[in-house]
């Protein structure tokens, strides 16, 4: 006998996390299955799109939501604050578990990532699920696998980011459309091993790669780069890691012609975006256009106490390398006397996180990036035994900072410099922890760390702490949803 169940969207895909994001007001909107099922007409029942109008909608929605408040705000907390980069900063609770390794399955930024990530995977679904089925003849063949691999792309990314932070996660490759439904496995999901997620990943990836266009006129679109750039990162982060694979697509991103700007503050200064470093780039057009990016004050500005507050330790590390101009173009130093308390740093002489400068609303944020996939490559050569090689693509990085170049004589000499470089190169762009994690650095790392007197901070760093807890919410909704470990 069918069952007398009502299931809107919403009470759906939360149980897997994929809608709501977030309980604050300002951000509440309407469901999925609005945007994408009720505006046209289905009556809360999907039977996809018609239209190529329709599909380049709902795949501008994917897009959007590299605007929303994991890409502005959390994507670099998750990356810095969790590692040795910065500390939580500002005065948020739910920062403070993150920095210290005292999170709860009840932290709201743990939950709120979670649906932000799996909402737009539920956006990429509804494309690919329906953009076959499209008889528009607006619709071109060529547009159509454009869309697949853009699609793809997406929500292979979004899953990159679910598995690293949560590990075994629920997979959902498909829309669901039915609210009043026998099987409950549909809506109910139990978590799925992280080596099947890595695969639909690389699967997505590759799909990607044979689909969209191999450049766009600007960089917030994605493109046959961007697919291997991202596909040399899942290489080097899977277990175990297959740096011939990373080799492979690193020397296809750096066969695309991208080149490194003359001067890496002009990465950050708002006057070169789009630039010929940039590989992925999220694009601001200010307050006016509706499309303003917020986040960069969150991390910048005297008004209030910024997150990220950058590290004792890191300002040592670029001190001791001589690195003025990436530490200049990444860290800025104000009087902040009166204004609030620091148990890190004197408030006479107080560090902002400063690439993120702009706080009118136009910053654009840089994902993707060639030194980024430089020193990548220069990590896959390292376990090939080419050290010359490796060196060579380290030391063109250097020379733009105007840093000596290194003659790393052993790959653990080679493997230390690479990761410091990419420490001062990339920092604050939501890099080093996953960099610490993927090396197997992480704990040694972390619990090591000192403060400006050299007092250790006191993190105790586990195995289990490595990975954030399912939240609480979800599995009180879906009893399958198993916990991690040391939760």
């Known amino acids: 006998m069918r ?3 009502t299931y809107n969207y919403i009470g759906a895909l939360l149980l897997v996390g994929a809608l709501l994001l977030g309980c604050d007001d300002f951000l509440d909107r309407d469901p999925l299955s609005k945007l994408t099922n009720e505006d046209l007409g289905n009556d809360g029942k999907s039977t996809g799109f018609t239209t190529a109008s329709q599909a380049e909608a709902i795949l501008a929605g994917c897009y959007g939501d590299f605007r929303n ?46 649906r932000y990530l799996y909402s737009t995977i539920a956006k990429a679904n509804t494309v690919l699920d329906h953009i076959d089925s499209v008889t528009d003849a607006a619709l071109t063949e060529t547009r159509r696998a454009e869309i697949k691999g853009e699609a793809a792309f997406v929500r292979a990314y979004m899953y990159f980011e679910l598995v690293r932070q949560y590990g075994d996660i629920p997979l959902l490759v498909h829309e669901i459309t039915e609210w009043d439904v026998d099987d409950e496995s549909k809506i109910y999901l139990s978590r ?48 175990p890691h297959d740096w011939a694979k990373v080799n492979e697509h690193a020397d296809a991103v750096l066969a695309a012609g991208y080149e490194l700007l003359p001067e890496f503050d002009q990465l950050w200064d708002g006057t070169h975006e789009n630039s010929s470093e940039a590989i992925f780039e999220i694009t601001y057009d200010g307050w006016d256009a509706g499309t ?35 530490k200049n173009a990444s860290i800025r130093f104000a009087d902040v006397t009166g204004k609030w308390s620091d148990r890190y740093w004197p408030l006479t002489n107080f560090p902002y996180s400063y690439k993120y400068r702009n706080t009118n609303g136009t910053q654009n944020y840089i994902l993707f990036r060639l030194a980024d996939i430089m020193l990548l490559k220069a990590e896959a050569l390292t376990d090939a035994g080419d050290l010359e090689g490796a060196a060579d693509l380290v030391n063109e990085i250097r020379a733009r900072v105007h840093l000596d170049a290194i003659t790393p004589t052993t790959d653990a000499n080679m493997v230390q410099a690479i990761a410091k470089e990419r420490r001062l190169e990339l920092v604050f762009e939501g890099q080093r922890w996953y960099d610490l994690k993927r090396t197997g650095k992480a704990i040694e790392v972390m619990n090591a760390l000192r403060d400006g007197n050299g007092n250790s901070l006191g993190y105790q760093l586990t195995e289990d702490r490595l990975l954030w807890p399912i939240p609480q919410n979800e599995r009180d909704k879906n009893e399958k949803l198993t916990q991690n470990d040391g939760y």
Do not use: C
């Open 69 to 114: 408040e994991y890409f502005q705000l959390d994507y670099y907390v998750n990356g810095d604050a969790q590692a040795d980069n910065a500390y939580a900063g500002a005065d948020n609770p739910n920062n403070f578990q993150i920095d210290e390794y005292a999170i709860e399955s009840v932290n709201n930024n743990v939950l709120r990532d979670w």
């Open 3 to 5: 069952k007398a169940k």
């Open 292 to 326: 303003g990016n917020w986040g960069a004050g969150m991390f910048y500005g005297i008004d209030w106490k910024k997150f990220n507050t950058p590290t004792n330790d890191l300002v040592a590390a670029f001190d001791a390398e001589g690195d003025e101009i990436r």
């Open 192 to 239: 799925t091993p992280q080596a099947e997620i890595y695969q639909q990943i690389i699967k997505d990836l590759e799909l990607a790669v044979a689909n969209t266009r191999a450049t766009t006129a600007n960089k917030n679109v994605a493109t046959k780069s961007t697919a291997h750039f991202l596909l040399a990162k899942v290489y080097a982060t899977v277990e």
